[in-house]
């Protein structure tokens, strides 16, 4: 029988890739599916995931029991409310903030309390437009370039570094949420980062095309674009205020409430925040095991604020940030710190650990010997999401064992720990996936304290070292809270 086109076709393809091994194969995709079905332990696993995903399954009953949400060292009032940065990639924000609102808590005994983020959000977004349109009128790189790229990729997404948290704070203060509260747009922010890049990115495509590079008159252009954007962002978010009045209640027998009024975004910082100064005062302790440990690194071309500082680390062991985490959650001061959320995150029991779920049970072994060195390199392990440790469990020997979380998804019941929205973390979760912390200064030893006065080494912003330290744009699991909660509460 005369065979067909296509039947030669695959024959010859066949006859090539098994003389290459460079094509998939009919024959390769027919002994795949042979030895799948050959298996029957194949088709059990294929019919519970298909029924009910990979995550149960893998999950290990055993190392589940023992997670705990009860912490003997924390800082956490009871029942408080988690907050919630909605389907925004402003974690970094939230967690810088949500450092310094327990000590206002504790101090005036609140319930509860949150600063706006709302309000930083919209200085961000002005100061990095002003940034990037600033950076094409200093320079004007090829189109086809990395700092081409790299500026093109990171304009207005919602990701950041601490030392951009530290300097919105430094330069604009802080307000309470109820002086600007959170908008539909704040919480989901993809419609607004898009109306802005797209005029950010028309400006900048206008000024390649001004003849001899006319300083002044570009910096005209650059004047009419920030109006319209901050047009656009009072628009979005509501406009930020220049004063304001501050309504509280005590969590004491009467109830009482308190007002201050008149009081300026600068003031409310200088009464909250002890510090002068979030950029002098605190340290960013990195751990890159690529990089060389105790020597200072910054990575050019990320200060968000035009005339700002670059985001610059102290790059230590993993021990170094541990060490320092428990001093400073001991002292009663919140840590942020930033991490792959991703790796060993069971949104069921609301933690953080390696050991609770294994899906080469599932799937098969991979990775082996694959160190959090090689994960950072090859890009498998990145400063996806940012948080506050306020909580620690020490064991005899004065060394870690789980870390309480604070984390930014909201909550189910603030009632219950481990539907609150604070996670636990096992320390070795911690050593494994946790990138960089930021404590206090005056926490450090002098020998440390002595390699800050070093002169850094530069990196690119390109460069892997930044996608580990940067906390990019992602959102959180829309369905954390949605099912499963049942099982929680049988338990």
Not at 109 to 122: C, G, H, I, P, V
Not at 133 to 148: A, Q, V
């Amino acid at each position: 029988m005369k065979r067909t086109t296509s039947e030669l076709y695959h024959d010859s393809m066949s006859t090539t890739s098994s003389r290459c091994q460079t094509d998939i194969t009919r024959e390769f995709i027919n002994q795949c599916r042979t030895d799948f079905n050959s298996n029957p332990e194949n088709i059990f696993k294929r019919n519970a995931i298909v029924a009910t995903g990979s995550l149960m399954p893998a999950t290990d009953s055993n190392e589940a029991r023992k997670v705990t949400h009860i912490f003997l060292n924390s800082i956490k009032k009871k029942d408080l409310k988690a907050t919630n940065q909605g389907m925004s990639g402003r974690c970094w924000m939230f967690a810088g903030l949500n450092i310094f609102r327990h000590g206002l808590i504790n101090a005036l005994d609140l319930d509860s309390f949150e600063f706006s983020e709302t309000y930083l959000f919209f200085w961000d977004k002005l100061e990095r437009s002003n940034c990037f349109l600033e950076y094409f009128i200093e320079n004007f790189p090829k189109t086809d370039s990395k700092e081409f790229d790299w500026q093109m990729e990171h304009c207005l997404t919602d990701g950041g570094f601490w030392m951009d948290f530290a300097q919105l704070v430094d330069k604009y203060g802080i307000v309470p949420i109820s002086a600007m509260p959170e908008t539909y747009q704040s919480d989901w922010s993809e419609d607004m980062n898009m109306a802005i890049q797209n005029r950010l990115k028309a400006r900048v495509s206008e000024f390649y095309s001004v003849k001899g590079r006319d300083t002044e008159k570009l910096r005209n252009m650059k004047k009419e674009t920030l109006q319209q954007i901050y047009d656009i962002l009072v628009k979005y978010l509501g406009e930020p205020p220049q004063n304001f009045s501050w309504f509280f209640e005590r969590d004491d027998v009467d109830h009482s409430t308190n007002a201050i009024g008149d009081i300026t975004p600068d003031k409310f910082k200088d009464m909250v925040i002890q510090d002068s100064s979030l950029v002098d005062d605190f340290v960013v302790l990195s751990n890159v095991p690529n990089k060389e440990y105790y020597n200072m690194y910054e990575i050019s071309n990320t200060s968000q604020i035009q005339g700002g500082k670059n985001t610059t680390v102290l790059n230590v062991p993993s021990h170094e940030l541990r060490k320092y985490t428990k001093k400073s959650v001991l002292s009663g001061i919140p840590v942020w710190f930033a991490c792959d959320v991703f790796k060993g995150f069971h949104p069921l029991y609301s933690a953080l650990n390696d050991k609770l779920t294994d899906d080469s049970l599932l799937f098969g072994e991979y990775g082996k010997g694959f160190t959090k060195e090689q994960k950072m390199e090859f890009r498998v392990l990145e400063g996806t999401h940012a948080m506050c440790f306020v909580g620690v469990n020490i064991d005899k020997a004065g060394c870690p064992e789980e870390w309480q979380v604070e984390n930014s998804w909201g909550y189910y019941d603030n009632r219950t720990p481990g539907l609150d929205g604070f996670l636990s973390m096992s320390d070795e979760w911690f050593e494994n996936n946790v990138t960089q912390v930021v404590v206090h200064k005056k926490l450090l030893t002098r020998t440390l304290s002595r390699v800050l006065t070093k002169t850094p080494c530069k990196v690119e912003p390109w460069h892997f070292f930044s996608s580990v330290l940067r906390v990019s744009n992602i959102k959180p699991p829309s369905n954390i809270w949605k099912g499963g909660r049942k099982l929680i509460d049988k338990q």
